[in-house]
Nanobody, 125 residues
Framework: VQLQASGGGSVQARGSLRLSCAASGLTSSNYVMGWFRRAPGKEREFVAFINRSGGSINYVDSVKGRFTISRDNAKNTMYLQMNSLKPEDTAVYYC???????????????????WGQGTQVTVSS
């Protein structure tokens, strides 16, 4: 499995960005895809996950109502639409895939087995 994240950039607060994660080699066991981020000086943080059908989606509280995760299985691509960006959203964003089936197990980075290279998002005030 290979994951390629893209779409990061520099925006002002209240701006928007759309991240993409193109995947190759996914199998039916790679059920969930997720986004994580690591801000400078902080630990990696769960952002959102989506299962294969899109019927199970979860977000960290700090992005609820602002970020939307989606996936297009025909294109093997996952997206993260980020609106109303804040300076505290500044981080390197990583996409990953997991064999987890949903729930809190999918919030943990250690349960994701393949990772993309990351894309930088910088939000200025």
């Amino acid at each position: 499995v290979q994951l390629q994240a893209s779409g990061g950039g520099s925006v002002q607060a209240r701006g928007s960005l759309r991240l993409s994660c193109a995947a190759s080699g996914l199998t039916s066991s790679n059920y969930v895809m997720g986004w994580f981020r690591r801000a400078p000086g902080k630990e990696r943080e769960f952002v959102a996950f989506i299962n294969r059908s899109g019927g199970s989606i979860n977000y960290v509280d700090s992005v609820k109502g602002r970020f939307t995760i989606s996936r297009d299985n025909a294109k093997n691509t996952m997206y993260l639409q980020m609106n109303s960006l804040k300076p505290e959203d500044t981080a390197v964003y990583y996409c990953a895939t997991s064999t987890c089936s949903g729930g809190s197990y999918c919030y943990k980075a250690r349960n994701y087995n393949y990772w993309g290279q990351g894309t930088q998002v910088t939000v200025s005030s």
